[in-house]
């Protein structure tokens, strides 16, 4: 009875209403409408209903379908509503209030369009759905369909009218769910312009204080003056978007474009994969607004927000608003029109927060000239986690991220490109008194590409902290990779890579701020590699290496500072140095790998700039340079030949010991030399002078008494000696390093003074990779004389042979031994193969050829030798146990050095070869049975070796000039022979004494860097050889031969040979 009571008063106040709008209406249409209502009211399903058009003119609301009790719609019902009368109230296609539960169904249509005149109205309404009324609820299934058209035909003149075309809006703690694929829609079209203080907005949802959600693959489209796609405000507000939907706004008369806003508490929660799109043609363009609210962004979605306008931004927090990006968020960020004006991919103003979890990516572009463009601009808390990608592209002025206030925090492998006139990867400064922070994890990139002045990491006023392996490239006409300014704080972690390109620009520059780099840092720039000045501070807290066109580092005004002093880490500084107006700068290079290359100079009062080395580290000065103090210790090197010209160095004070002075002179001159000059040496301190002197490229040796000034010490308190130097050319060079008092008493200089160091004599040696290269010609030379041997030593006895006439056969023997010769020693190998034919007793003729094989040692070097060689021979025994054999031979020689001293050389060659032999010997026999024998023998052999012309791996030049040989041998062979059974056999002792009779071989060298060397090797020499051997025939057709011997008195020494053949006879 309860239901039937509330069923009957619906009714009533349903037909009530039924009455008041049917006014206008035929006879039919009331009977339709009743019916209508009668079965809403009683909780039946509703068919599909047909369009209706109103008409007239009435000043209440315009409601097509109210429902104040629970409705079921059937699948597919369609409202609409055609609306053309000038009315003051607002127009609703469905409107569900009084706690009131509708039920839409599948693919239902709500239809609104309003065509009427709406001046001097103050506020008015165009809703496709409206719930209200706390409790009111509303079911949508899947495929819902709301389309609100407003076609306004005159101007809204009255200032302060307002007027919103929206597509769902839920009010006043109501509920709506909607299935997938739901398509909303709000338009507000007009053919005219709107006036000054009039309010037009497009809503495709609001929402205040209600719980709203909408399936997946949804789509929220609003479009009109000034247009907004969700608006979901007012505490306990909720709107969630399913996965795969679409929001856009689109103002194209002159308002602001909201894609999705989140203001006073409201929460959206926006699905996976959404995409969001936002375009204003002269207004703001936000794809995301949190203002006072709070955004929910699932992954993967895509914010889109394009204008022309005087902002367009992809995310905007304000207000204690929070914009809560999931992972691999995509923000795309586009000027239209040229002369726009800001343009930012995340904006987080004051209260305002942003969180953005991995893969966040920002892009802002396509400003074509007078704006400005960032990606993540903040006043507030920016968050960003790992594998951010932040690209810039403009016309102008152009930030990566703009801290004015707040924190920013972004995590590891974060990626910044700008490119633009003007602008920053990160710009970190102090605006409203507030700090500023912004922090990048490790391997950040940083890339900035602008015309004009650019800038990697600034920090003004504000504090900028970037994680280990950062990268900072800056390519413009100038600017800087790091900038600390107005107190500002920038701090970098280990194996930072600073790049700067353009005539101007600085690696790292702090004027005013302070800067620290952590280990192993790069820095490079073709204006300042690192910049200090009013009062501004960098320090490296390890290793760097630092690379400046005009300087490497430069410290200007008082307490302006550079601080390379942490202990360890190698340190490469290419680039002058300059402290002046009070500016100072302090390195310490004590590790081997570490040098400085450039001239220092220290201008105006009190600027300071100190150098330690030790430990091996380098200081190769290319100019005249001035220190205020110089600490040399441990082998650690002061390069004065980095310049071709003359040098000074002056230093107020000097320390150390075992470091090394190495200087360009020319003793011959007396005057000519590079000049040290100490003010002040601690005492005890010391150090070694190594030089480089004119005459090693003149290649004419000084000689006679000389002196020439090198170090002054107005303190007398340090001391000099000579260290031998080897520069990697041909040769080692021990200077002689005199006080001032040597030079008076001893030399008789009259004006030398105490205080003063003199070089007085030059000594030099052939170094350890210039001797191999020189004596390699011997071993050559050698294998070309061990080739050479006797008739006995090639074929063994040949009266024993069985077959002596008409016979041939061939025959094989090999020969090995040791040689050695000043500064080498020599294993070797020959193989010999040979034919050859008897005629008869009397003569035979042969041909052979050869391979050998050497393995010298150089001492400071090792070598091979590859011989190859072929011959021709003839052997002619006389009637009175005499014979002749005549020998042509003609052979090449491959050789190859490998030089192992402190400057590591190679070499590979060939030498031709060609020689005749002609030996003569006669067999005296003795005793009974002519057993015994003794065979006088004399030699002859002419030998021509080629000249050769290479240059080895570090370009040393080398030239040997032909060699003519005449080797002349007298010797005798004392044995005992047994020619009778079928083995005859014979031994024997043998000796004879060798003489050279060729001139000397001459040899030009020339190193790299200009040394010389011309010497001659003389071979004339003679010598001894003594050995034994013997001959044993197998069998008729096979004979044995094989001897050994070793020489005494010669240059080349044979230690030993052994030498064994075979001959076979067919």
Request: negative net charge; charged residues 20%.
């Amino acid at each position: 009875m309860v239901k039937m009571r509330i069923r009957m008063e619906s009714l009533r106040l349903f037909r009530g209403i039924v009455r008041e709008r049917t006014g206008f209406m035929s006879r039919m249409e009331r009977k339709i409408a009743l019916a209508l209502v009668s079965m809403t009211v009683w909780g039946s399903v509703l068919p599909a209903a047909a369009e209706m058009s109103d008409t007239g003119s009435s000043t209440s609301d315009t409601i097509k379908r109210s429902v104040t009790e629970n409705v079921i719609l059937a699948d597919g019902t369609q409202t609409v509503l055609n609306d053309s009368q000038n009315v003051t109230g607002n127009v609703v296609g469905i409107q569900v209030s009084h706690g009131a539960v509708l039920n839409l169904g599948n693919r239902n249509q709500t239809a609104v369009t309003f065509n009427g005149d709406v001046n001097e109205i103050n506020d008015r309404k165009i809703i496709g759905l409206e719930i209200k009324d706390k409790g009111s609820s509303l079911q949508g299934g899947d495929q819902t369909t709301v389309q609100v058209i407003q076609e306004i035909q005159a101007n809204l003149k009255k200032t302060g009218a307002r007027n919103a075309v929206v597509g769902v809006a839920a009010q006043n703690g109501t509920n709506v769910n909607l299935g997938k694929d739901s398509l909303i829609t709000a338009t507000l079209n007009s053919k005219t312009e709107r006036m000054p203080g009039v309010d037009l907005t497009s809503y495709g949802l609001t929402n205040n204080g209600s719980i709203v959600e909408l399936g997946s693959d949804a789509k929220v489209k609003s479009a009109g003056y000034t247009s907004c796609g969700i608006f979901t405000q007012g505490e306990g507000a909720v709107t969630t978007l399913g996965d795969a939907s679409q929001v856009s706004a689109k103002a194209d008369r002159g308002g602001s474009a909201e894609g999705v806003w989140a203001s006073e508490f409201g929460e959206n929660i926006i699905g996976k994969r959404s995409v969001i799109t936002s375009m204003a043609i002269e207004g703001a363009s936000h794809a995301l607004t949190a203002n006072g609210g709070v955004n929910q962004v699932g992954d993967s979605v895509q914010l889109y927000a394009e204008g022309s306008g005087i902002r367009v931004v992809g995310a905007y927090a304000a207000d204690s608003g929070v914009n809560n990006l999931g992972e691999n968020v995509h923000i795309v960020s586009r000027h239209l029109e040229p002369d726009s004006n800001e343009l930012y991919g995340i904006r987080t103003y004051l209260r305002g927060t942003t969180i953005a979890k991995d893969g966040l990516v920002i892009q802002a572009a396509d400003v074509a000239s007078g704006g400005r463009a960032t990606g993540v601009s903040n006043a507030g808390t920016t968050i960003i986690g790992n594998h951010a990608s932040i690209n810039i592209n403009t016309n102008d002025d152009g930030y990566g991220i703009q801290v004015e206030g707040g924190n920013v925090e972004i995590g590891d492998y974060a990626k910044i490109q700008m490119n633009g006139v003007y602008g920053f990867g990160i710009l970190t400064s102090v605006v409203r008194n507030e700090s500023s922070k912004t922090t990048l994890g490790s391997n950040a990139s940083i890339t900035v590409n602008t015309e004009q002045a650019g800038t990697g990491i600034a920090s003004e006023g504000g504090s900028t902290t970037v994680g280990d392996n950062a990268s900072v490239t800056v390519n413009g006409e100038s600017g800087a990779g790091i900038s600390s300014t107005e107190n500002g704080i920038t701090t970098v972690g280990k194996n930072a890579t600073i790049t700067v390109n353009g005539t101007d620009g600085t690696g790292i520059v702090s004027n005013n701020g302070s800067t620290a780099v952590g280990d192993n840092a790069s820095v490079s720039a073709a204006g300042s590699g690192v910049e200090s000045k009013g009062a501004g501070t960098v320090t490296f807290t390890g290793g760097a290496n630092i690379v400046g066109g005009q300087y490497s580092l430069f410290s200007q005004d008082a307490d302006s500072l550079i601080d390379l002093t942490a202990a360890g880490g190698r340190k490469t500084i290419q680039g002058n140095m300059l402290a002046s107006d009070g500016g100072t700068i302090k390195a310490v290079l004590d590790t081997g790998n570490s040098f400085f290359t450039g001239a220092s100079a220290v201008e105006g009062d009190g600027s300071e700039l100190d150098l330690d080395l030790s430990n091996g580290a380098k200081w190769n000065m290319t100019g005249d340079s001035s220190v205020t103090s110089l600490a040399l210790n441990s082998g650690a090197v002061v390069n004065m030949t980095a310049n071709t010209a003359y040098q000074q160095l002056s230093a107020d004070n000097f320390s150390g010991s075992n470091g090394i002075f190495y200087m360009e002179t020319d003793l011959d001159s007396q005057t000519d030399g590079d000049k040290v000059h100490m003010t002040q040496a601690d005492a005890g301190s010391s150090g070694k002078v190594q030089v480089y002197d004119a005459s090693f490229v003149r290649g004419k040796e000084v000689t006679g008494t000389r002196h020439l000034l090198l170090i002054t010490d107005d303190s007398g308190q340090a001391s000099f000696t000579g260290e031998t130097l080897n520069r990697g050319g041909l040769w080692d060079v021990t200077p002689t390093i005199q006080n001032g008092s040597y030079v008076r008493d001893t030399m008789g200089v009259a004006d030398a003074k105490d205080t003063e160091w003199y070089l007085t004599k030059l000594e030099k040696k052939l170094n350890e990779d210039s001797r191999p290269l020189l004596v390699g010609g011997d071993n050559v030379y050698g294998m070309y004389r061990h080739s050479l041997d006797t008739l006995r030593q090639r074929r063994g006895n040949l009266r024993q042979r069985d077959k002596q006439e008409d016979a041939d056969g061939i025959w094989v023997r090999d020969r090995g031994g040791r040689m050695t010769g000043d500064g080498w020693d020599s294993k070797y190998n020959i193989f010999q193969l040979g034919y050859e034919y008897s005629k008869d007793a009397t003569s035979i003729y042969g041909i052979f050829g050869e391979r050998g094989i050497a393995s010298p040692d150089y001492k400071t070097g090792t070598g091979k030798e590859h011989t190859l060689a072929g011959g021709l021979y003839g052997t002619w025994f006389g009637r009175h146990d005499s014979y002749t054999d005549v020998v042509a031979r003609f052979g090449r020689d491959d050789s190859h050095i490998s030089t192992l001293g402190p400057y590591p050389d190679s070499a590979d060659y060939r030498t031709a070869e060609q020689s005749l032999s002609i030996e003569y010997g006669k067999t005296l026999y003795r005793g009974k049975h002519r057993e015994f024998f003794i065979e006088p023998q004399a030699q002859l052999v002419f030998g021509h070796l080629n000249d050769v012309s290479y240059t080895t791996a570090r370009r040393t030049h080398v030239e040997r000039d032909d060699f003519n040989s005449t080797i002349g041998r007298l010797g005798f062979v004392l044995g005992k022979t047994h020619d009778q059974g079928r083995h005859p056999f014979d031994y024997y002792l043998k000796a004879s004494v060798l003489h050279e009779f060729g001139n000397s071989q001459d040899v030009h060298m020339q190193s790299a860097n200009g040394e010389t060397l011309d010497t001659s090797l003389d071979y004339g020499e003679t010598w001894f050889t003594v050995g034994f051997g013997g001959t044993y025939r197998l069998s008729p057709s096979a004979t044995l031969y094989a001897d050994g011997e070793r020489t005494f008195s010669s240059d080349i020494t044979t230690k030993w040979q052994v030498n064994a053949g075979l001959t076979w006879q067919f």
